[in-house]
């Protein structure tokens, strides 16, 4: 960009609330990120808690899982994924360079270029929807009334695709801000809505899959509106103009082009996993739909909450070429990740069953569905860390507008994936008829690959450095991981009745569990020097 297109304005040229704030702690924004990300997840949880009564893990619920899925893969491709992770470098550059008038004509011809670009996709994708239910559903193609089904839904669902995309743009903006916790309070609304269809307007339905699929459009179009506000209070409302020779926004789409697929690579996994599993018989993709609702619960409050804190302070670091403290940032985030996913990850292989009997044991939901769901939830959990893992690294990348290496770590991971599918799901259906497993499990050691990729290339490259303190903090999170096993097993030794026991006793034990594993940790962790302090740094 040079200095006509950005001249350097002083402070009091720009509007009052877009001068940069004083350095805020790390610490404290992932926490108010997580924390409203904490709200969205556990209605999250309520939502699949109500699908599980509703729907259970039948044909209604496999379409309606597969059909849901599209329009949030696409967008996590291109609103989550590949634009926010090309933009958000990009906008940093022209605040930090810029005038206010800069970073508004920029979000302005995003805009334009943005939503044209998601209304000619939504078009097609509402009259090609049997291609997409026939590439993504595969294996329902042989049963006429399934197939039906999803081809219908995936109409009513692919315009969310557009409307939540614009909402990701909204949210970037105010991310870039460090409005942080208008864009994580925002998914609330989708589980809002979803919760209501499901228990007041599905008896008006056909098939209650259809009122939970409008209600997705309806949360869509509200989840939009809602952060129209806060974008005006910075002064940066969109006003759309169409101008692809803009000079932003040809750096956006140069950067988004092989971002496209490295920062997919999580998704695209999952995604192949769903294709699958639709040719495994009917539970198979809820199955894994509910384990990964589990996963996703730890990973979406804690590793995309860093994820999103950090990426903007890296982006100015990187803009202002402070590599030391560049490094420093990633390695706290990195410290972060361990703290969190190494106990998430054992506490779900250990509680699986029991979490889930405690959430979806009722209405529709059998108990080999609870079982089966629990080896995948199993499966998935072994690969928590490397998914939370892979979310700060890869900013450490488009921080610094290097898109290329984190798609060739992907295409080696997607790669991987592929090759241990066979391998591994093929013996588990012909040997004990549990081919999801399978598919979990390859899913989370692709993932093992990817994170180990994007690690030896920051070291390799040197804009990582880890701190001396690595070794003596390993050997303290171990020994606090150990002291929370230990409390979980001698729980799960003793109370192993899960399926006999009502609802509320089945929630008050769960509830009674997780409270003293989690003290035994924090205690754990304290009692072996690991301090609150250690975890504070500025943006």
């Known amino acids: ?24 702690s790390l610490l404290r924004s992932s926490l108010l990120t997580g924390s409203m990300t904490m709200v969205s997840r556990v209605l999250g949880l309520v939502r699949d808690i109500v699908l599980a009564n509703v729907l259970g893990a039948g044909g209604a619920m496999d379409a309606f899982a597969i059909a849901q899925k599209i329009p949030n893969f696409f967008r996590r491709l291109f609103a989550e994924g590949a634009f926010s992770q090309a933009f958000i470098p990009v906008l940093s ?33 509402l009259v090609g929807a049997v291609g997409f ?21 995936v109409r009513i669902t692919f315009p ?66 809602f952060q129209l506000p806060f974008l005006k209070q910075i002064h940066l409302l969109p006003s759309p103009k169409l101008d692809w020779s803009h000079p932003g926004v040809k750096r956006i789409l140069v950067l988004m082009a092989p971002a496209l697929f490295g920062v997919s690579v999580s998704q695209l996994n999952l995604l192949l996993d769903s294709v699958i599993a639709t040719m495994l018989g009917d539970g198979a993709v809820s199955w894994l739909f509910y384990s990964d609702r589990l ?18 302070g890296l982006s100015r670091l990187s803009a202002a070429q402070s590599g030391e403290k560049f490094s420093q940032m990633l390695d706290w985030a ?84 592929i090759i241990m599918k066979p391998i591994v799901v093929i013996p588990l259906v012909m040997l004990w008829g549990i081919g999801h497993v399978g598919l979990a499990f390859t899913t989370a050691m692709a993932a093992y690959v990817n994170a180990y990729l994007l690690y030896r290339g920051l070291r390799k490259e040197g804009v990582y450095d880890p701190a001396d303190t690595w070794p003596k903090l390993w050997l303290r999170y171990g020994a ?60």
């Not at 590439?135 to 039906?148: L, M, N, V």
């Not at 309070?185 to 008896?203: C, G, K, Q, R, S």
């Not at 006999?500 to 034990?509: H, K, P, S």
């Open 93 to 125: 550059e022209y605040r930090e360079k810029g005038s206010h008038a800069a970073v508004k004509e920029l979000v302005d011809k995003v805009a334009g270029c943005l939503g044209s670009m998601l209304l000619l996709f939504t078009l097609l994708g």
């Open 1 to 24: 960009m040079s200095d006509s297109e950005s001249p350097t304005p002083s402070p009091k040229d720009q509007p009052p609330s877009t001068v940069t704030a004083k350095p805020r």
């Open 295 to 312: 996963v996703e619960l730890p990973l979406g409050v804690f590793g995309v909450a860093i994820a999103t804190v950090i990426m903007p």
């Open 480 to 539: 606090a991981n150990l002291v929370m096993v230990g409390v979980l097993l001698g729980f799960l030794w003793s109370w192993h009745l899960w399926a006999e026991w009502g609802a509320m006793e089945r929630i008050l034990r769960l509830a009674l569990v997780c409270v003293v594993g989690l003290t035994a940790y924090l205690v754990a962790l304290f009692a072996v020097g690991v301090r609150l302090r250690d975890f504070k740094a500025q943006q």
């Open 334 to 417: 990195i410290r972060f990740v361990v703290l969190i996913a190494l106990p998430a990850t054992l506490a779900l292989i250990i509680l699986a069953e029991p979490i889930l009997y405690t959430l979806f044991y009722h209405g529709e939901m059998k108990q080999d569905d609870i079982l089966m769901s629990s080896y995948s939830l199993k499966a998935y959990a072994l690969g928590l860390f490397a998914f939370m893992l892979i979310k700060v690294l890869v900013p450490g990348y488009f921080a610094r507008q290097d898109m290329k290496t984190p798609v060739r770590t992907g295409i080696i991971a997607i790669f991987a994936n």
């Open 133 to 153: 239910a026939y590439i993504f559903g595969y294996g329902y193609a042989d049963e006429p009334e399934k197939f039906s089904l999803l081809v219908e839904l």
């Open 160 to 225: 969310y695709l557009m409307l939540i995309s614009l909402t990701g743009f909204a949210g970037a903006i105010l991310n870039s801000y460090d409005r942080f916790a208008i864009p994580a309070v925002t998914p609330v609304f989708l589980n809002i809505f979803m919760i209501a269809a499901a228990l007041l307007v599905a008896d008006f339905f056909s098939s209650p899959a259809y009122a939970l699929a409008w209600s997705i459009v309806v949360a869509g179009v509200f989840s939009l509106l």
